[in-house]
Each structure stands twice: as structure tokens, then as C-alpha cells.
């Protein structure tokens, strides 16, 4: 995701508070202060006392927040109760088919229907991401939150980390997904101390854990090592030997907490691992502590028993200038040279592919071919922008290339699509959470289905074996199992004399895939 803003950095913004459908005009103030001063003195305090208990409840209070504890600050341990739903006005997502104009309604994402042999619900395996969908205020580099949801605050207490909780599962709940992805600091508050914001995460584990029920799982969970001042200059990587070990203790713990919950993965993202000039880094040194952190995590997963996949997540840039975890391939080799090759697998965020100047398409053939394809985190950029955006990935061909590689590499699972998506900061419904969801989820949905049918037509992939026929061949066999050396090439060569090179077809190609949208 983009420059991160949480309600801990970012203070939602001050500005009075006016409920729907209640519009304080001049002449509204005008006839106020007109009947005042017609009145009776005792009419007057009468009109003085309601005037100020509308007020309060009408102008002043927001009508939904706290409603149990309307006294306090919201700040008290009874905020943490919320009386009925969240989203009361949102149904819980029924599949309505193509023709359907409901926007709160799935059109392409049809779950237990079966495609290519496998349900959908099982080729997707959708999770929200709880730091953009709950901890996302629409802040941005040039301006203050603009979305105050009505269950929010103010404040980045216990009490409101559990209510946003009880907020994360109604709406897990309501759009019919199985699964959640965490950073430990996005769900319970930074304590003072470690031990401190240790026994925060653990109130507000044991809340999920309790919430989760028999069916909803994270999909991953994963450390928050780039917001704190203390890793200004990377956890893993930091030259500074404090900074390293209280990264470790952190993903230590969250590695803890995500096995509790019954985690299937755990995802590494080094948002601060890299740096910003390499006059001042010794970057051979920082690798290497990379990768020792790395082998210590593997070490500890096995020690607790967790057997989830561990995952990193390439990222070019952004917040540093440069990012170790550049892309699928720097990180296949960082792998390779470090011995830890067969002990991780990848994260591909389709707006870090666009970073890195490549497509998504093209980060995912790449994890792929070295099996090392994990997860996706599900979201797009902005050709026009360019940061890490994270938009809902609407688009339908771009689906459909990914979708291909997904069904190549035989699905996800245990990962899944993680939906690393915020809503654009001028969205502010409570219900534009929803439709955001559930278009990014039929999006993909409706890639799927194309990608089936570009599978079960078959043209593509015929295409494609004939590009490459004459390595179906004697000789073809002999250089594929490296056994053809330079001599005998030369004299095939010689024999052969100037090839007849055919086309491409690219636009035959670029017909038959736009043929399947
Ligand atoms: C940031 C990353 C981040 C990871 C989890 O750009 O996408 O959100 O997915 O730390
Ligand atoms: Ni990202
Ligand atoms: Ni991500």
C-alpha cells in the first residue's frame, strides 16, 4: 500500500459536525435570535434549555458515535460496546448474476459455482485487508482524513480497537469472505513499552480469535516495521543493532499471534528495508542481516509449530528510494544466494508490478516460473500517478492476464487474493466500503470466467505450442537437455542455411484474448 496513514499519525480533522439532512442556514440562525428576543423570561429559559439539549444531541454530537457511553470521551472501556450493527443498512451479498443493477450484489462472483473444475470461492480465497478498509482515514501526503466513520472516535484506544474489531467481522460477515489480513499495529494500539503493546495485541487477539468463529481465518498477518520513528532507517537492515533485535521481538510475536489465529500465511513487506543514498549504506552488511533475520523467522516458525507459508512481498520504492525486495526476480535471487529459496514464496502486489515498471502479468509469470508464486495482493495503480496508489482492481483484462496465471500455477492456496485496496479518499460512504469489495471481487471473478474460456477455446495455447514446434524436434530435444554444444549447432547451421522466421501474431493474440472480455 501507499504512504500509510493511520488515526495515530493523522488526526481526523476537526470540522463541526452536521448529521444528514440537517442544514444550519443564516435564516435559521436569523429566526433563533428573533424569537429570542420577543420572549417571556421564563419562555426564554424554557427555549434556552431545549435550544441547548438539541444542540448537544443534534449539532454537537455525531449522532453515531459511542451510543452507549454518550457522557464520556469515548475513550472508556464501555466504548468498546456497540449497541446493534454496524452496517444496519447493508444486507448481507447475495450472488445476482450479470443483469443485475444492485450495486450491493455480486454479479460475476458466484462462490460455490464451479469453474474449471474447482469452485470459485476456492480460486479466490478473498481477504480485506483490515489496515485500509478499517484504519484507512483517506488521509494523503497534501491532506487530513476525510472519511469519519460513524463507529470511529477519535481515538486509538483498546476499547475503540475493539469495537473497529466487531466492525471487521460484520462486515467480513456481510460480504460473504472467509478471510483477514492484519499488521499487528493496525489492530491493537503501540503500548510504551514492548511488553506493553505485546499484552495490547494480545486483548484484541483474543477478541478476534474469539470473533472469528469456526470459519474466518487471516489469510496472513504481518509485522508493522515502517511507521514507528524507530525504524526510520529499516528493522532488519537498520545499522543500528537495537532497532534489529526489537524488529525481530516484533515479528517474533506476530508470527505468534498469527498462528494462533490460525494464520495460513505470514507475510514479510520491507517497507524501510533499502535506503536512501548508498554513500551512506553498506549494503553488502544489510543484506546479510536480511537475510540472518529471515533464517531466524524460518527457525522460529518451526520451533512454535506454525506451518504457515512465509511470504515476502516485493516493492521497488516507496517510502525508501530504493527497496531491497525490488521486485519478483531481485527477490527470487536474494533467495537463492541466502540458501532460502525453498523456505519462502512471493506476494505480488499488482501496483508494486507497476512500480517496478513492470506489469502485473509479468510478476506473477516470474514467481511462477520459479514456483514461488504465493499470494496476491489484489489491487491496481494509476497510470497517471505515480504511487503506490492501491485502487480496487476494476479493470477486466488486466483480471483475466492474472487469472491466467493464477490457473496455471493451480490456484493459491493457502494463499489467496488479499485486497490491498483503499478507497479513493473521496469516497466516503460507509457503503462505498462495500461496493468497492464487491467490484474488485467481480472483477476478478469475471477474469476467471474469461480465462477459463480463453483455456477451454484453446486457440491461445495452440498458438503458442506451434510458436515453438521446431524445438519439437531431434535437435529441439538435444539443446532443451543441454546436450547440443556449439559444433554441432554450427553444422546444422551450415546445413540448414538462413532460417525462414514466421510471425509473431501479435494481434491475432491481442484478437482472441479481447474476444474472451
Ligand atoms: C505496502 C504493502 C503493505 C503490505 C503489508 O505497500 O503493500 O501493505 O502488503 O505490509
Ligand atoms: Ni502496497
Ligand atoms: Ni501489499
Redo the contacts with the bound molecule.
Sequence with gaps: ??T?FTSQDIPHAQTPFTPDGVIITLESVFWVLNEMTNMKPGKFLLFLLCFTLISKIVICEPPHTCPSGLDGDCDSAESAEWEGEFFPEIPKIKYEGPKSKNPLAYKWYNANEEILGKKMKDWMRFSV?F??TFRGTGGDPFGAATKMWPWEDGTNSLAMAKRRMRANFEFLEKLGVDRW?F?DRDIAPDGQTLEESNANLDEIVALAKELQGNKIRPLWG?A?L?LHPRYMHGGATSPEIGVYAYAAAQVKKAIEVTHYLGGENY?F?G?REGYQTLLNTDMERELDHMARFFEAAVAYKKKIGFTGTLLI?P?PQ?PTKHQYDWDAATAANFLRKYGLIGEFKL?I?C??ATLSGHSCHHELETARINGLLGNI?A?TGDPQVGW?T?QFLMDVSEATLVMLSVIKNGGLAPGGF?F?AKLRRESTDVEDLFIAHIAGMDTLARGLRNAAKLIEDGSLGELVRKRYQSFDSELGAQIEAGKADFELLEKKAMEWGDPIVPSGKQELVEMIFQSAM
Design positions: 500500500m501507499s500509510m485487508a489496515w485500509h489480513c499488521h504481518t508493522q515502517f507475510v513487506w517497507g512481498e516493492k516507496e506476494n502486489e501496483n508494486h495482493d489491487n503506490d492501491d488479499n490491498d
